[in-house]
């Protein structure tokens, strides 16, 4: 079993894995597993897999996802020989031995070198692996190999090591004499073993990585297809998907509401009554909850570059729009039109064909960012409050005409906050017509939404800001 220290890094590290997968786990769940592993240990694999599934997942779903990455986690643990085993194969007796591990502690009470020291030569391999897949997970190239086995090095404290090695050097020399040179030799070759076996398995780990994110790449998945490579049939797949994610999200609202339908509990309020009966009976003074949900605005690019991810955001919006007290939107090309009236009286498909047929503005012409940035300011600004969230969707191709950009600067003044949803990546911002680089900094936050699974992380970070 890992030392006392080793202990809650290899724990935050393997609860790391299972939240990265998708586990959400608690505060409160966290610490009941971490009782779990200190009782049952970690030598028992078995053991240890059945405690921390009982605590850690709810559902059969969770359980096989638990299953899964606690299966990858402790495969990466190989057993190896103790360091007293090692060394008795050597040559040294059991007398040396013993003597080293009484430097050690010695060495432990005068330097903090000591501790990686001891874990190092101990070949502890849960505590090498501790950390390293957060540190993996920033790795997108073999060439990036050489700094990430430098870092992960120094993180497991290889440097401290040797300079405690030398300290170790001289107790052992007077200890034991000559073969206290030779122990201390014998604990450096251990210790470039260990480096060694360090860089062995992120070699074959980045390798592997590696492999997994090229094969990614070409596996098409509806999810990260880009909106405008999705065929007619994968446009109603992520219409589908995206109608379903806002009911979720509209039945996430209605539990919240309803949850906090009465309001917190006072605590002084609820003392102060309490106190005048003794507290009997002890009854609850909660606050009033105030019903301040902010409003939306929304403002789509229907041009023909971004008009499938405009399309699937209108339709995200008006599913869900119980997030918000009142939505207003509109559509724009060239020219700016509001929306909200079309899909308040006509179903959503019959209103996204209007909206996207040229009914509420022309679609054949070129994008003007500056005359509808202008138009926006002219008619509708003095109707933007604290409480209001303006999002916009667009590219931020101007055409080479003005980007209005100072307009944004007054409605992110104005307004509760302002969110920009761009579907094209920041790599071609620099290229051609774009106001993105200007627009960019003048808003709240800026989400890429290139695919249905971006538009829906997008989602949640709007649903968020609530």
Known sequence: MPAAPTLPRVFDELL?????????????????????????????????????????????????????????????????EGLGVRLARRGFDKSEIAELYDCLLRLAADSEDAAPLGTLLERDR??????????????????????????????????RARQGLQRLRA?????????????????????????????????QTVARRSEELEARATTR???????????????????????????????????????????????????RTAARTGGV??????????RDRPRLVLLCDVSDSVRTAARFMLELVYVAQELFE???????????GETTELFDTQP??????????????????????????????????????RRTTVVILGDGRTNYHDDAAEVLDEIRARARALVWLCPEERSSWLAGDSAMPRYAPRCTRLFEVKNARELEEAARGLAGMR
């Open 16 to 80: 790391w894995s299972l939240r990265r997968s998708g586990l959400s786990i608690s505060v409160s769940s966290a610490i009941d597993a971490l009782a779990a592993v200190r009782e049952v240990g970690l030598e028992d694999r078995s053991a240890l897999g059945e405690a921390l599934g009982a605590v850690l997942a709810k559902t059969p779903q969770q359980r096989r996802r638990f299953d899964r990455v606690f299966g990858d986690f402790f495969d990466r643990v190989s057993p190896h």
């Open 126 to 159: 849960l505590f090498h692996l501790a950390g390293i897949s957060r540190t993996l997970a920033e790795v997108t190239s073999p060439l990036q190999l050489g700094f990430l086995t430098h870092r992960v090095l120094s993180d497991l404290g290889m440097g």
């Open 171 to 203: 107790h052992l020399r007077d200890a034991l004499g000559e073969r206290g040179e030779a122990l201390a030799d014998a604990l450096t070759d251990e210790l470039d073993v260990t480096a060694e076996d360090v860089r062995i398995y992120l070699r």
């Open 221 to 271: 998945t509806l999810d990260t297809t880009a909106f405008t490579a999705l065929t007619d049939a994968e446009v109603v797949e992520v219409r589908r998907a995206v109608h379903a994610f806002g009911e979720r999200l509209r039945g996430a609202e209605r539990v919240r509401m309803k949850r906090a339908k009465r309001g917190t509990v006072d605590r002084s309020r609820t003392m």
């Open 281 to 290: 009976p002890f009854v609850l003074v909660r606050r009033r909850r105030r």
């Open 326 to 336: 009142h939505t207003r939107s509109f559509v724009f090309v060239s020219e700016l």
């Open 348 to 385: 959503v498909t019959a209103a996204l064909g209007q909206a996207y047929g040229g009914g509420v503005v022309s679609v054949a012409d070129n994008s003007n960012y500056g005359r509808v940035l202008h138009a926006f300011k002219g008619r509708y600004l003095a109707d933007i409050d």
